[in-house]
């Protein structure tokens, strides 16, 4: 299995610019995450989704979009990105199946928006 | 106040032992997380306890749970450089969706 996989890597983005950080897991799990990691400042959870078609917003949603048409796919969108953007972004998964569940996360992305 | 309060900084010595405190609210929490994330990656599990436990212990990691006064700990003995990372605590409440809570991460710096 090759978990949870995330593309790009990095990316510098102009303000006003928009784009899809990928996001794709080979496990059948059926909850998928996003996450931001600002320094010092945790874990910020954007949206979740607990099985294809279905998404929900998390702490900070605003200036995100997800969709979920598939169990292993799970892509965020940024519309008019703002500098307030630039973060490291993580994609997660788990099994939820109630009792242990273990959150496999991505590699992240880096996001600076200029 | 945050739901999983956990201290910013722990520096120690290379071979000392490293505690890692964290505090949770929801009494409800069944599993209790720890990630470990190094630097310029994503999270990974450490270990974890389950809420009917006190201790859990595993190689040079030990998990203590208080359950009483919601605090958890991870102690390293013998903490090496390669465990200088931010380590992060987690809960997992009970019933609904699962949305773990996370901690802020306590950064822990070994020295040589």
């Known amino acids: 299995n090759a978990g949870v996989t995330q593309t790009p890597k990095f990316r510098i983005l102009k303000i006003g610019q928009s784009m899809t950080l990928q996001c794709t897991q080979d496990m059948n799990h059926n909850y998928m995450y996003w996450y931001r990691q600002d320094p010092g400042m945790g874990l910020k959870l954007i949206y979740y989704?607990?099985?294809?078609?279905?998404?929900d917003k998390g702490e900070v949603p605003n200036g995100y979009n997800v969709s979920r048409s598939t169990t292993e796919d799970f892509p965020l969108r940024l519309e008019l990105a703002a500098p307030s953007q630039t973060s490291v972004y993580f994609c997660a998964s788990v099994k939820g199946r109630g009792g242990y569940n273990e959150q496999f996360f991505g590699p992240g992305t880096r996001l600076t928006v200029l | 106040g945050e739901d999983v309060e956990q201290s910013l900084f722990l520096s120690v010595r290379e071979g000392d032992s490293s505690v890692i405190n964290c505090t949770y609210t929801?009494?409800?929490?069944?599993?209790l997380y720890w990630y470990k994330q190094e630097p310029g990656a994503g999270l990974q599990l450490l270990t974890y306890?389950?809420?009917?436990?006190d201790m859990k212990q595993d190689q040079r990691l030990t998990v203590l749970l208080n359950k009483k006064d919601k605090h958890l700990s991870l102690r390293i003995a013998d903490t090496q450089t390669g465990d200088s990372a931010i380590y992060f605590c987690a809960e997992n409440r009970q019933g609904g969706s699962y949305i773990p809570t996370f901690g802020r991460g306590t950064s822990l710096i070994v020295h040589p």
């Open positions: 989704s607990v099985g294809a078609g279905i998404t």
């Open positions: 929801d009494s409800s929490s069944t599993y």
């Open positions: 306890i389950f809420s009917n436990m």
